[in-house]
């Protein structure tokens, strides 16, 4: 375990992580390939056409492109949309967010009735990848730098890979806490903390869901009952607990995404600590094979895997093995806290998620309020 942890290096939270790509910057570096026009052989090997090419081709396939990212607010796809305007200006590009419990099933549901609009989801619905490969849903496709992507971060034959690191943990707002910054999950069911902790809904959203049984796993269910009576502020949407904390309306912040990267001087800290449990996983992307814009989401997958967009990442940590994580950081693949592995299998089985979903509202009550993306019906993008 890579001294950080032990030091318990404790950060920024960002309101905007949970898109998990929004707030990467804008690039101008083409990715390092050879220039030929061609795209990949028949034996499957990595894209060789440059930015620059695919660019062209993109424009010249009609320059358009639709994604459905998951995601809590409109305003995570911001920095896709600038990032991706700067490099590519001519593309006309929308990024439809959304929870991707209701992305999938919208899909599913244009697939049915013959609909399509995306041509790429980039969802936290990891199950939902491995049926549609299964379906013959997805493009294969292997990005350039598909090789340096860490094994268990994309599918061997390139139906989907991942294309950010998302975390989820506990955060505190530095003013309020004082000297008693929180050391470990086990101090938020500290008295103290009483009607000063605001949550995202475990039983809402399944990432949530599984940092808060990854915690019932660790400290029992004692952990969650003791919870439960510290009036606990719930309210739908990943990124709320982030905005409570850094607004300083709430001490503590369960279930948001952060980094251990951000600068030290910001109101809110994004925490881990060493022997605790947290959870992180890679947002996956895919080209769906029925796309209109196939070349444009190429383009896409490309340049979100380009050297220099991983570098970029808002956490420090990349998909990439060739990608040095920032601020002294280890890959998040070499700590076992972080349950890298175990998020995919939980996303599997849908019955176990179930009978998780409904003890939580045993705990917590049932889920209120309105989706924080609002309503987008069955064909937002078109």
Known sequence: ??????????????????????????????????????????????????????????????????????????????????????????????????????????????????????DVVQLQTLQDFTRWKGQGRLLPYKPAGFSKVYDGLKDPHGAWTAIAVIGFSYSYNVAAVGADAPKSPLDLIDPKWKGQIASSYPHDDDAVLYLFKLYVDHYGWDWAARFAAQDV????????????????????????????????????????????????????????????????????????????????????WSVRTDVTPAGGLKPVWTYPNANLDGFPRFMADRAQIERWKQTFALYFGEVKGEPTPGSLGLHPGV
Do not use: C
Request: charged fraction near 20%; charge should be positive.
């Open 1 to 118: 375990m890579s001294s950080f942890l032990s030091r318990r290096r404790v950060l920024a939270t960002g309101a905007g992580a949970a898109l998990g790509v929004g707030a990467l910057g804008a690039t101008g570096t083409p990715a390092a390939a050879a220039s030929s026009a061609g795209s990949r052989s028949a034996t499957g090997a990595e894209e060789t056409r440059t930015l620059d090419e695919l660019y062209r081709a993109a424009l010249a396939e009609g320059g358009k492109l639709v994604i459905y990212a998951g995601g809590d607010v409109d305003s995570q796809g911001n920095g896709i949309r600038a990032g991706f305007a700067a490099r590519f200006p001519e593309i006309d590009l929308k990024v439809v967010v959304d929870y991707s419990k209701y992305h999938d099933v919208r899909v599913d549901n244009q697939f049915a009735t013959d609909t399509l609009v995306p």
């Open 233 to 316: 502020r719930f309210a739908r949407g990943s990124h709320t607990p982030g905005l409570a904390v850094s607004g300083g309306q709430k001490a503590l912040g369960v279930g948001g995404s952060g980094s251990l990267v951000a600068p030290s001087t910001a109101a809110s800290r994004w925490a881990v600590a060493e022997g605790h449990p947290f959870m992180a996983w890679g947002q996956r992307a895919a080209i769906l094979k029925q796309g209109r814009n196939t070349t444009a989401a190429k383009l896409y997958l490309n340049w979100q895997l380009a050297t220099d967009r991983q570098q970029s990442a808002f956490n420090g």
